[in-house]
């Protein structure tokens, strides 16, 4: 398979493949994702958002469910492994550029983690969390978190092993926590692993894609497709402990 560090030309086997995987134990990050936070908000005012995105992602997908998109055309209300997803502003001629929103399935709820992944193209990402939620986020490299302004304390940090490896291959993940009513944004360059997982029901993740028409050529896909635009690092998923908001011996405490 392809390698992982490869940071220029085609990264896809098949183009168009929706579950394609590459071997864990080939994979090395080409660099790092950088976490920034940006702000924490009153309960009130971070469930206020985070319900107002995520009613977008299912008025989509309600939309879509009673008059599917015809074929060839561009499907805006889509799905991934951390939840449902809606393009609110695909790219256009002259415009790379595209935007999703993700309304996040709760892990405890279905008792199922997504798994470690990396894209074809970079991505910018905000988190959103509102009450009693948290999102955690992981990589098989150190995440870097940024200082920012008006943020006291930090996140809270940890490592732990990467569940579901083959047998003898050992694979450090480094997690970062995004706290309850906490905006917190993240970089990922192209081909860099990560792996979201929301733990509770509030959680949105408003995603940017730089370069989405660049990398669906470079590919060689046939549509804008987040799940064709990944490469998994695991062949199944993981039960929710896996992926739990939990603490280890080198924690930070939360802002």
Not at 227 to 241: E, G, H, V, Y
Request: with cysteine.
């Amino acid at each position: 398979m392809t390698s992982g560090a490869e940071t220029t030309g085609r990264m896809k086997q098949c183009p168009d493949g929706e579950d394609e995987i590459l071997d864990v134990r080939r994979h090395q990050d080409p660099g790092r994702n950088r976490l920034t936070p940006v702000v924490t908000l009153p309960p009130d005012v971070a469930l206020a958002v985070v319900d107002a995105l995520a009613g977008l992602v299912r008025a989509a997908h309600r939309r879509e469910k009673a008059s599917p998109t015809p074929a060839g055309a561009l499907k805006q209300a889509q799905e991934f492994e951390e939840g449902d997803v809606y393009m609110v502003e695909p790219p256009f001629e002259g415009f790379f550029a595209d935007r999703y929103l993700m309304d996040f399935y709760d892990t405890s709820a279905r008792d199922i983690c997504s798994r470690m992944h990396l894209h074809t193209g970079l991505r910018f990402v905000r988190m959103m969390t509102g009450p009693g939620t948290t999102i955690r986020v992981s990589s098989l490299s150190p995440n870097t978190v940024r200082p920012a302004p008006g943020w006291t304390g930090s996140l809270n940090t940890f490592t732990d092993a990467l569940p579901g490896t083959p047998a003898g291959v050992d694979r450090q993940r480094h997690n970062v926590i995004v706290p309850p009513n906490s905006w917190v944004d993240m970089q990922i360059p192209r081909g860099v692993s990560h792996q979201f997982n929301a733990v509770g029901p509030n959680a949105v993740i408003d995603s940017v894609h730089p370069e989405e028409s660049i990398e669906t050529l470079r590919e060689g896909m046939s549509g804008y497709r987040m799940m064709a635009q990944t490469i998994f690092l695991a062949k199944d998923k993981s039960p929710a402990t896996t992926c739990a908001d939990i603490t280890g011996p080198d924690d930070s405490p939360y802002p």
